[in-house]
């Protein structure tokens, strides 16, 4: 017969008294990672690892008898590592503590293991793979107004005049998005706590279900060959709707930090740009170096633009400009055509199918500096 295994070693994780001080830590004991919570008078211990993409639940809050992890919110139970009422099934590692003379020791064996209840994948999250037909542009309006009382806009118009072009004159399939429209949250800085807690799709588009930043990410990601962006100037900067709109889109470059996936290939990107103030370059650069990180390409001459200046606060000769103006629905629908004709190529020859070694001046893999994630 075969000898039982040994009892692994108890593992001292230190004195009584000075684990007691906080309701929850994070605690080396071995190879493993524990979530030490003291509460009540009783101690708890559970994989400091949670289920969701490796968060650090030590680093997190309690709530009542459940650990919250500090990256999405997750919870488990503190002692038992359950995941919270109607999840109990999703738990993470219980562990066996006991205290002799005063020392803490947690038997490094589980009491109960990891259960990582399966979960359909959200749509965004399939491959990035262009259907069959024609060209398909999006145009993204990005300037801000009273829904009850609309004004007029001069870049969505000049962004209208590129769509219309590019649908009767380029035989193109349109879409336009407006951004006044869509109800999304803003960027909830999940990348500032690690960058393996910004996840694609958007970790706020995944929980929130009525979070329409969908329709661009599935637009831009996988839809369209060509988008077009237009942008008013606000005080010498884009308008905040467009910095709400790229703040969320981190999570697509972060793909490229992570795990070297680019997830926008073969796509061409041009810009309209206008505004009662200057500074044109300055907005323009900021777009191209942006939009230049996740991949897109730019046709020649990628922008057009429009201003008074500094001096010309007559915003109704500004109004009456772009309205009246032929060279700029011309402009437009020049910069259309560049834009299509780059994507059409872009497709033929399929120019950026190959591998593509860590884009961009950021995109390295952390844990090539800080070690990967233990697991049970």
């Not at 910004?198 to 588009?205: K, L, V």
Request: charged content about 20%; some cysteine.
């Amino acid at each position: 017969m075969a000898k039982d295994s040994p009892a692994p070693a108890w593992i001292d994780l230190g004195a009584v008294e000075g684990l007691r001080d906080r309701p929850l830590r994070e605690i080396k004991a071995g190879s493993l990672r524990i979530a030490l919570s003291y509460c009540d008078g009783q101690f708890g211990a559970i994989s400091g690892i949670c289920n969701h993409v490796g968060g650090p639940l030590g680093d997190g809050t309690l709530d009542g008898e459940y650990v919250v992890c500090p990256w999405h919110h997750y919870k488990f139970h503190r002692s038992t590592g359950d995941g919270e009422p109607g999840y109990e099934a999703d738990r993470v590692p219980q562990y066996a503590l006991k205290v002799e003379n005063g020392r803490l020791l947690l038997n490094p064996k589980a009491v109960k293991g990891r259960n990582h209840l399966p979960h359909p994948p959200h749509p965004l999250a399939r491959d990035p793979k262009r259907e069959p037909g024609g060209i398909r542009v999006v145009g993204i309006s990005t300037t801000v107004m009273d829904e009850s009382y609309p004004r007029y806009s001069t870049s969505e118009t000049l962004l209208g005049y590129a769509l219309a072009h590019a649908k009767e004159k380029e035989s193109c399939e349109t879409r336009l998005i407006r951004l006044n429209a869509l109800k999304f949250r803003h960027c909830e800085g999940y990348y500032s706590k690690s960058a393996k807690a910004c996840t694609w799709p958007c970790s706020i588009t995944e929980m929130d279900q009525a979070d329409q930043m969908e329709q661009v990410y599935e637009a831009l990601v996988h839809w369209a060959d060509v988008a077009l962006i237009a942008t008013p100037i606000r005080w010498g900067a884009p308008s905040s709707l467009y910095y709400k709109m790229i703040e969320r889109m981190n999570c697509i470059q972060n793909q490229i930090t992570l795990r070297n996936e680019v997830l926008i290939r073969n796509k061409a990107i041009a810009f309209i740009i206008t505004g009662g103030q200057d500074n044109i370059q300055a907005v323009a650069g900021q777009m191209l170096a942006f939009f230049s990180e996740l991949g897109f390409v730019y046709p020649p001459f990628p922008f057009i633009a429009h201003s008074l200046g500094w001096t010309a606060e007559n915003m109704e000769r500004n109004v009456e400009y772009v309205r009246h103006s032929t060279a700029l629905r011309q402009g437009a629908s020049e910069l259309v055509g560049r834009a299509v004709h780059i994507a059409r190529d872009l497709i033929e020859q399929h120019m950026s199918s190959e591998h593509i070694e860590r884009g961009g001046r950021k995109a390295h893999n952390p844990a090539h500096h800080h070690g990967d994630v233990p697991s049970e």
